[in-house]
């Protein structure tokens, strides 16, 4: 069993360094062992909500922990490094050092391992077979960016949603919340399709129409069928409510203290494994392991950062329209092991004007 250390990356590295040892350029398929392994991740990426429930607590937290590791390697570093770790460990020592393994560093030791050709064509013709990539097994999401929402989504004159429940809004004030967050991105399983569309990883292009040059540098990369795209999330739920469409941006590590002080007056930074976040009236929140959200940006920042068309859209949000604050909980910070996801909650209108620029 490997130790959990503060830091698992380099645990994990020597593992998929070892896979990599039998692999060359003349492989064609897994040994006996190593196909039995790579299926029993399969079976964990299609397992849904109410399956892994009936694990006993300690079994069902490792396994949503390695599950999701699972989803974020294979979105983030491609099929080879996926297919290393399904056949390097174990689903349990994946989930045990889960919250302490840094994709970036992954990255770093894969960008410098030579590569045997037998392992891409392996990686490429299982995942294939498995329909790895496919909606249906990483996340139960739409991987395209596409123009029909309007059609779902009945639109009156002034462009509100039909039906609108007046639900009061919450009155949890501006700040720093630590737990473990629900996002609205590509790391929350919590809905099924029926219940909301999600649409994902837009176009170098298309963010360029959005966003200015420095945020579009600040949002991670991803790769999908052999091209570079823009890991942004937009959720559009089926039920009408308060939150009209959801809008989730990957930040890079390297962009995260200037982003954090651009928009909540805040410090954030790493220190032996443990993040310090430093907000503008002196408070100090440390954590090692839960994830940490900021909450409160006002106006004139989201003006800044985001531009006047993202401005305008949260602005049309209905949660905005009832908020009474000057800084809105329509923008959130979540800061994670890997960096960080910046989430916007959007009017309808705005979000479907978006979503067709992000998608071109």
């Known amino acids: 069993m490997p130790s959990l250390s503060k830091d698992s990356s380099d645990w994990l590295i020597g593992k998929l360094q070892n896979a990599v040892k039998t692999f060359d350029d003349s492989t064609t398929s897994l040994l006996q062992g190593q196909q039995k392994a790579f299926d029993l991740c399969c079976e964990l990426l299609r397992s849904d909500a109410q399956t892994v429930e009936t694990k006993s607590k300690s079994t069902r937290s490792l396994r949503l922990r390695a599950r999701q590791l699972l989803k974020d390697v294979f979105q983030s570093l491609g099929a080879e490094v996926f297919l290393l770790c399904t056949v390097g460990t174990t689903v349990t020592n994946l989930g045990e050092n889960a ?17 045997p050709r037998g392992l891409a064509t392996v990686a490429k013709q299982l995942c294939e077979a498995e329909a790895i990539g496919s909606s ?6 739409r991987q395209c960016w596409e123009g029909q929402l309007s059609k779902r989504l009945q639109i009156e004159p002034d462009g509100l949603p039909q039906n609108v429940h007046h639900t009061p809004a919450q009155g949890s004030g501006a700040g720093v919340q630590q737990e473990n967050p629900k996002i609205p991105s590509i790391h929350s399983n919590q809905s099924t399709a029926q219940e909301q569309l999600v649409l994902e990883n837009a176009s170098l292009q298309g963010i360029e129409k959005v966003f200015d040059g420095k945020l579009c540098n600040a949002i991670r990369r991803v790769t999908v069928d052999g091209e570079s795209k823009a890991a942004i999330t937009m959720v559009f739920p089926s039920w009408v409510g308060l939150v009209d469409c959801l809008m989730s941006l990957d930040i890079c590590e390297r962009d995260i203290s200037q982003l954090a002080m651009a928009l909540f007056h805040a410090e954030v930074k790493w220190v032996q494994h443990i993040l310090h976040v430093v907000l503008e009236n002196g408070m100090t929140l440390t954590t090692e392991t839960s994830e940490v959200i900021l909450k409160g940006v006002e106006d004139d920042a989201i003006n800044k950062v985001f531009g006047p068309e993202i401005h305008g859209a949260i602005n049309e949000c209905l949660v905005r329209r009832r908020e009474t604050r000057r800084a809105t909980e329509c923008v959130s910070m979540i800061f994670t092991k890997n960096g960080a996801f910046i989430s916007l909650s959007l009017g309808i209108r705005a979000g479907l004007q978006i979503q067709n620029k992000l998608c071109t």
């Open 99 to 115: 919250l302490h393994i840094r994709l970036s560093k992954i990255q770093i030791w894969w960008d410098s391992t030579s590569r």
């Open 136 to 141: 249906a097994v990483l996340s139960r999401k």
